[in-house]
């Protein structure tokens, strides 16, 4: 059957009518397909990454090498997502010029220059290229289909004390993890 965007379209979980490169912070979670364990195990409260845990956060920490408007605040690597902080600052200029040009944001097509969703975007791409190198040059496990879920969940951080609470949440994950997994 052939596309038809009345019939195909993915729901968004995204804010309606939020603008996604303004300043701020944003919670940001992101699984593995099929939620593979890939990146390391939990042993005894502690996050031990393998070689492919160490590259996915290697390039989660070289985001802002990449997108000068972003910075990589408390994150974890886990065995199947990451969890993160990234705090973007405003750059109206560079909006305002997008929008001068005539950029429009389509799901389709692609994603703006300067959002969550783009930075996410090289993120899994960078990340799933090394993923790819490794399997081929170190054996790691090979992932079936696609390194990464489609999506991502975000979270807009609205005051500090949210952003204090969702870094404790971040550095608690592997001790939670070993609960569970009990």
């Keep these: 059957m052939p596309y038809d965007p009345n019939i195909h379209h993915r729901r968004s979980i995204r804010l309606q009518g939020y603008d996604y490169s303004r300043g701020g912070a944003y919670f940001v979670t992101i699984c593995t397909q099929d939620r593979a364990r890939l990146f390391g195990e939990v042993i005894g409260r502690q996050m031990n990454l393998h070689a492919a845990g160490r590259m996915i956060a290697e390039v989660w920490v070289g985001l802002p090498a990449r997108f000068s408007m972003a910075n990589v605040d408390a994150y974890v690597v886990m065995p199947d997502h990451l969890h993160g902080v990234l705090i973007l600052r405003d750059e109206v200029g560079e909006r305002v010029e997008q929008a001068e040009v005539g950029h429009v944001h389509d799901h389709s097509l692609g994603t703006l220059s300067g959002t969550i969703g783009r930075i996410l975007q090289a993120f899994k791409s960078i990340s799933t290229h090394g993923y790819i190198q490794g399997v081929e040059q170190q054996d790691w496990p ?41």
């Design 142 to 182: 090979p992932f079936v289909g696609r390194l990464w879920q489609r999506n991502y969940y975000e979270r807009i951080i609205r005051s500090e004390h949210a952003l204090e609470r969702i870094r404790g949440y971040i550095d608690a994950n592997p001790a939670r993890w070993a609960e569970t997994e009990k």
